[in-house]
T-cell receptor, first 117, second 109 residues
Framework: GAVVSQHPSWVICKSGTSVKIECRSL??????MFWYRQFPKQSLMLMAT?????????EQGVEKDKFLINHASLTLSTLTVTSAHPEDSSFYIC?????????????FGPGTRLTVL | GQNIDQPTEMTATEGAIVQINCTYQ??????LFWYQQHAGEAPTFLSY??LDGLEEKGRFSSFLSRSKGYSYLLLKELQMKDSASYLC??????????WGAGTKLIIKP
């Protein structure tokens, strides 16, 4: 199968601190990884798309200096929420597309629940 | 603008059949996905349609009509574990996934 993991699965932090979330494709190489945010009872909102070795493409309204994305290898992408505030509390989900595979399918990680106090 | 509509919530009885509709208006079309999402978890892939017609996969079937901008997900022999949100998503001309808000399905015994 195509398994994507995220770490941590949940995190609680104080306002003003930075939080790093890792997204790994465990058994395949992911040329493209996507970061989503989901607020309660709302749909997934794409934050950014990252390709290995290049800068991430951010969606309109998403602050690139606040949400730092690094896609250092074909199996790892990280999202760092800098100077987190309570309004950043949300469910963050990553997904990955497989290199050489069907571009249509995204494989999702289990998500990271961030709570900023 | 791009828009995907699906009912907010539906209720059905265990063992019955339920159809969840999705209509879309997007800039281009490269396929439609259905995902299942349990509360507090990430979405899991259910189906992908790019051609008109019905795709059957076990208890779940998905239908697409591109001319009508319409799809439905059909769930048969409902089980309590099918209680979840069902997300409709369309791949547009830029190969971006446009997500619907999801339909919360409540299964009653």
């Amino acid at each position: 199968g195509a398994v994507v993991s995220q770490h941590p699965s949940w995190v609680i932090c104080k306002s003003g601190t930075s939080v790093k979330i890792e997204c790994r494709s465990l058994d395949f190489q992911a040329t493209t990884m996507f970061w989503y945010r989901q607020f309660p009872k709302q749909s997934l909102m794409l934050m950014a798309t990252s390709n290995e070795g290049s800068k991430a493409t951010y969606e309109q309204g998403v602050e690139k200096d606040k949400f730092l994305i690094n896609h250092a290898s074909l199996t790892l992408s990280t999202l760092t929420v800098t100077s987190a505030h309570p309004e950043d509390s949300s469910f963050y989900i990553c997904s990955a597309s497989r290199a050489g595979g069907d571009y249509n399918e995204q494989f999702f990680g289990p998500g990271t629940r961030l709570t900023v106090l | 603008g791009q828009n995907i509509d699906q009912p907010t919530e539906m209720t059905a009885t265990e063992g019955a059949i339920v159809q969840i509709n999705c209509t879309y208006q997007t800039s281009g079309f490269n396929g439609l996905f259905w995902y299942q999402q349990h509360a507090g978890e990430a979405p899991t892939f259910l189906s992908y349609n790019v051609l008109d017609g019905l795709e059957e996969k076990g208890r779940f079937s998905s239908f697409l009509s591109r001319s009508k901008g319409y799809s439905y997900l059909l769930l048969k022999e409902l089980q309590m574990k099918d209680s979840a949100s069902y997300l409709c998503a369309v791949l547009d001309s830029n190969y971006q996934l446009i997500w619907g808000a999801g339909t919360k399905l409540i299964i009653k015994p």
